[in-house]
């Protein structure tokens, strides 16, 4: 059995100070490179996959320039056997469609018998390129997933994923097919130290759009979104302190001075337990008319 997985390395923003604009995006410096919390999810249902059967392979797949393969060599850290590199220098330029595309020609080409990918990535949030990935492939594909395991000698899924209000659907369905997994699932294991100088060894195979049939120019044309341009967002109106804030007990003793003088303008104040504050407010609101028995 052989389980592809997609990998993305994104860049989480740590401190945000501002804009660089001839990129016309974030500073570089306010940027650190992670993989994809939710795909490490995925790994790592693969990976228990692989522990509970003896003929299973997981590949990592990655589009990207050269930062992709930080996240690959982790991926291989964690148990992963093979990692692929789809080398794409700009994959900022192609929407969720475009990368499908590219996508699709590989996992084609591997001949996978599951996909695994996390239900969005943090960077984007869109959660797009699985289902179209699917659609693709013309494979099924289950969305939100937290459970699975395989059936009927590995020639079906049985899966749970999260429906409304915390409740949980239970599926079944036939190889070969894509699945989106949800976070809090699983926790992904940490890569040992022996992973990690297996993944520095390992050879990371690089393949070009060429390779899989599709050519630059014709990828850049399958975006069906394009990005007209970024913005800050507004600021939040802060709350205006007063140039001289009071203590608490001069607080307390402006509310009493407050209640003092309302109770001089024909106002009332009621001291006592609330049963004879309510029994007293009660009496009041009778005489008024608001309140009838």
Not at 94 to 105: C, K, M, N, R, V
Not at 254 to 267: C, Q, T, Y
């Amino acid at each position: 059995m052989k389980i592809g997985v997609l990998i993305k390395t994104v860049k989480y923003v740590h401190a945000q100070t501002g804009f660089d604009l001839k990129n016309n995006c974030i500073d570089p410096e306010d940027i650190v490179r992670m993989v994809n919390p939710l795909d490490e999810v995925a790994l790592e249902w693969a990976l228990k996959l692989k522990d509970a059967q003896h003929d299973v392979k997981v590949v990592a797949i990655s589009l990207g320039g050269r930062y992709a393969e930080e996240g690959l060599r982790k991926s291989v850290a964690m148990g992963a056997d093979q990692a692929l590199h789809l080398q794409w220098e700009e994959p900022e330029k192609l929407d969720a469609a475009a990368l499908s595309e590219i996508l699709a020609g590989t996992c084609k080409r591997e001949n996978f018998d599951l996909i695994l990918c996390g239900a969005t990535a943090i960077d984007s949030n869109e959660g797009l390129e699985g289902p179209y990935l699917a659609e693709r492939l013309a494979i099924p594909h289950l969305s939100s997933i937290v459970e699975i395991s395989l059936i009927d000698g590995n020639r079906r899924l049985k899966v749970q994923r999260v429906v409304e209000r915390g409740d949980r659907q239970l599926l079944e369905c036939t190889l070969p097919a894509l699945l989106t997994v949800q976070k809090g699932s699983v926790v992904p294991r940490y890569p040992t130290l022996a992973g990690f100088l297996r993944a520095e060894k390992s050879v990371v195979t690089a393949v070009q759009p060429e390779s899989v049939g599709i050519s630059a120019a014709g990828l850049v044309k399958c975006n069906l979104t394009e990005t007209v341009g970024y913005c800050s967002p507004k600021p939040k109106k802060t709350r205006s302190v007063s140039p001289t804030p009071l203590s608490a007990a001069e607080r307390v003793e402006l509310m009493v001075n407050r209640d003092a003088s309302r109770a001089k303008e024909g106002g009332m104040v009621v001291d006592g337990r609330s049963e004879e504050m309510f029994a007293h407010l009660t009496k009041v609101l009778e005489k008024a008319g608001v309140l009838k028995r």
